[in-house]
Structure formats: structure tokens, C-alpha cells
């Protein structure tokens, strides 16, 4: 299958600071990029969806303004989480697809905010 | 999206072919069934999807009923690598994967 990265894997930041996680499609355009959220023990839980080249579009209940998501080229997307806290510690999943083709996903960024 | 409902868990032993079953009874006539899987601390692997008929490749074998009310995942020869939690997904064409708590599936030496 394809195959999307995602960088760094994991990231330990003080609270009160951002961190960016980075998701890009290796080997094919990705039009569409998706972002997930993953407590421990807990299902993934869908953040926002981006087509490249326009806004991302939240679920109910994810703040944009803290979750700020760019997805400026066909390989590549970034979510950054500003003025990261302890509950925003989480299993942070990207996965992206190809026009009418199935989603790939990456490998996950372990987010830990002390 | 369609909701779905998948036995919390099952086992199976090495070599034997392993039988997900997956009851979508409300999915619409143009979602998809998709199956992930996710080992744990990674992210989630495609295996297979369909609309209608059943399909094939080289991780597993779909078989959706006539009905499309139901569906199942089989792997022909478990593995103790493919002990992993797998998710029945109904999902339009916004490819909207919403995930519920899936089937861990152990398998045993």
C-alpha cells in the first residue's frame, strides 16, 4: 500500500508551548488528508479533515484555534497543537488518500505535555 | 456513516483461518465497507474494503451478504503477527472513517 509518514513519532513539550506534527504521503498526491486523536484504551476519534489548498474542516467539538492545521501542498499536512496542557497528551494519527482511492495511515506521533 | 456493531473480542489459533463478523444494518446503498486493523501503538493498516460483492487480495477475504447487512473478514492462516484490533468501517464517499471500538483479535500459538 501507500505510504504516509508522519514526524517526529513521539514528542514530550512543556505545557504552555506548540508543537507541530508533520504528515506527509511518500509516494502518491494526497488530496485529502485526515487528522485523529487517540486516548489510551479509546477508538480513534476523527479532529478534521483537509483538501489541499482550503481551510480544514473540524468535527464538532475540536477547536480550531488550538488545533491549527495546514495542508499548503499535495504531500504534506501539519497539525499544530498551541499552548499544548496535559490533556492534550494523545496518540495523534494522520492518514491520507488519493482521490476516490482507500486512506493510508501513518504511524501515529505519541504527544506527552508536562 | 453507517454504525457497526463488532464482538468486542475473539481468538483464534496459529494457522487456522480467522473469522470476523461485522453487522452493518443501517449502512446506505453507496457506502463502503472498509476493514482496518491496528496494532497496538501504531497507526492503522488497510486490509480490504467493498460495496457488494465479495473481494479478495492478499491479507484477507471480504464476504458481504445479499443483503449487505452484514459482512465478514477472513484471514486464511492467522499469524501471531495479525493479533490486532480490527475495525468494520461503513463509510460514504467523504471517506469520513468513523471508528468504533472494534474486535481484538488474539491469536494463539
Known amino acids: 500500500g501507500a505510504v504516509v509518514s508522519q514526524h517526529p513519532s513521539w514528542v514530550i513539550c512543556k505545557s504552555g508551548t506548540s508543537v507541530k506534527i508533520e504528515c506527509r504521503s511518500l509516494?502518491?498526491?494526497?488530496?485529502?488528508m485526515f487528522w485523529y486523536r487517540q486516548f489510551p484504551k479509546q477508538s480513534l476519534m476523527l479532529m478534521a479533515t483537509?483538501?489541499?489548498?482550503?481551510?480544514?474542516?473540524?468535527e464538532q467539538g475540536v477547536e480550531k484555534d488550538k488545533f491549527l492545521i495546514n495542508h499548503a501542498s499535495l504531500t504534506l499536512s501539519t497539525l499544530t497543537v498551541t499552548s499544548a496542557h496535559p490533556e492534550d497528551s494523545s496518540f495523534y494519527i494522520c492518514s491520507a488518500k488519493s482521490g476516490n482511492t482507500e486512506a493510508f495511515f501513518g504511524q501515529g506521533t505519541r504527544l506527552t505535555v508536562v | 456513516d453507517a454504525k457497526t456493531t463488532q464482538p468486542p473480542s475473539m481468538d483464534c489459533a496459529e494457522g487456522r483461518a480467522a473469522n470476523l463478523p461485522c453487522n452493518h444494518s443501517t449502512i446506505s446503498g453507496n457506502e463502503y465497507v472498509y476493514w482496518y486493523r491496528q496494532i497496538h501503538s501504531q497507526g492503522p493498516q488497510y486490509i480490504i474494503h467493498g460495496l457488494k460483492n465479495n473481494e479478495t487480495n492478499e491479507m484477507a477475504s471480504l464476504i458481504i451478504t445479499e443483503d449487505r447487512k452484514s459482512s465478514t473478514l477472513i484471514l486464511p492462516h492467522a499469524t501471531l503477527r495479525d493479533t490486532a484490533v480490527y475495525y468494520c468501517i461503513g463509510a460514504g464517499s467523504n471517506y469520513k472513517l468513523t471508528f468504533g471500538k472494534g474486535t481484538l483479535l488474539t491469536v494463539n500459538p
Open positions: 483537509s483538501n489541499e489548498g482550503s481551510k480544514a474542516t473540524y
Open positions: 509516494d502518491f498526491q494526497a488530496t485529502t
